[in-house]
Antibody, heavy 122, light 106 residues
Framework: QLQLQESGPGLVKPSETLSLTCTVS??????????WAWIRQAPEKGLEWIAT???????YYNPSLRSRVTISVDTPKNQVSLRLTSVTAADTAVFYC??????????????WGQGTVVAVSS | EIVLTQSPGTLSLSPGERATLSCRAS?????LAWYQQKPGQAPRLLFY???NRATGIPDRFSGSGSGTDFTLTISRLEPEDFAVYYC?????????FGQGTKVDIK
């Protein structure tokens, strides 16, 4: 049974770069030809889609974050990564990685990690 | 971007009662999903394509609607159903979520 586990620094200083990793276990990241995404949830706020990547290499970003975000996949390591530059307090959130149902780009996330908390503070 | 408005904000009901949750989109879409989120947990996909039940979702849950108006119905609330429910449109970029409806115990 496929499982996702996010990992990250927990605390990042303003203006720095946040790097997160999602490790897929229990199977191959390539199985089923799914695409992979990151979503975040700010404290007491709703959910926000950040980015999606197809294993073909195609990437899709939320326009509000496009200039600061990079998503990538390392298939030999079974990992999905997210890089967010120039962070501010507004980036404080729980970050989730998720798998998309086959054929979708911006949603219908059928498998989620447990999330990793990121706080931006000096 | 498409704005999703969920109502009501909070629904206070007793176990065994019927819950009806609404999601209204600012533009017509066919790509609408529903998620359930419990405290400290990740969201769980309930429906996609408005009415297609995700794997393992009990049939007391049903999704319906089209165009701009969508509904999630829980026919008889079980204790484990008290949670926050989100709708999401994924037909247009960026995929957007509603603000959520909390179903709590009356």
């Amino acid at each position: 049974q496929l499982q996702l586990q996010e990992s990250g620094p927990g605390l990042v200083k303003p203006s720095e770069t946040l790097s997160l990793t999602c490790t897929v276990s229990g199977g191959s990241i390539r199985s089923g030809s799914h695409s992979w995404a990151w979503i975040r949830q700010a404290p007491e706020k709703g959910l926000e889609w950040i980015a999606t990547m197809y294993l073909s290499g195609s990437t899709y970003y939320n326009p509000s974050l496009r200039s600061r975000v990079t998503i990538s996949v390392d298939t030999p390591k079974n990992q999905v990564s997210l890089r967010l530059t120039s962070v501010t307090a507004a980036d404080t959130a729980v970050f989730y990685c998720a798998r998309l149902l086959w054929g979708y780009t911006y949603g219908a996330f059928d498998l989620w990690g447990q999330g990793t908390v990121v706080a931006v503070s000096s | 971007e498409i704005v999703l408005t969920q109502s009501p904000g909070t629904l206070s009901l007793s176990p065994g009662e019927r819950a009806t949750l609404s999601c209204r989109a600012s533009q017509s879409t066919t790509s609408l999903a529903w998620y359930q989120q419990k405290p400290g947990q990740a969201p769980r996909l309930l429906f996609y394509g408005a009415s297609n039940r995700a794997t393992g979702i009990p049939d007391r849950f049903s999704g319906s609607g089209s165009g701009t108006d969508f509904t999630l119905t829980i026919s008889r609330l079980e204790p484990e159903d008290f949670a926050v429910y989100y709708c999401q449109q994924y037909g247009f970029s960026p995929g957007t979520f509603g603000q959520g409806t909390k179903v709590d115990i009356k």
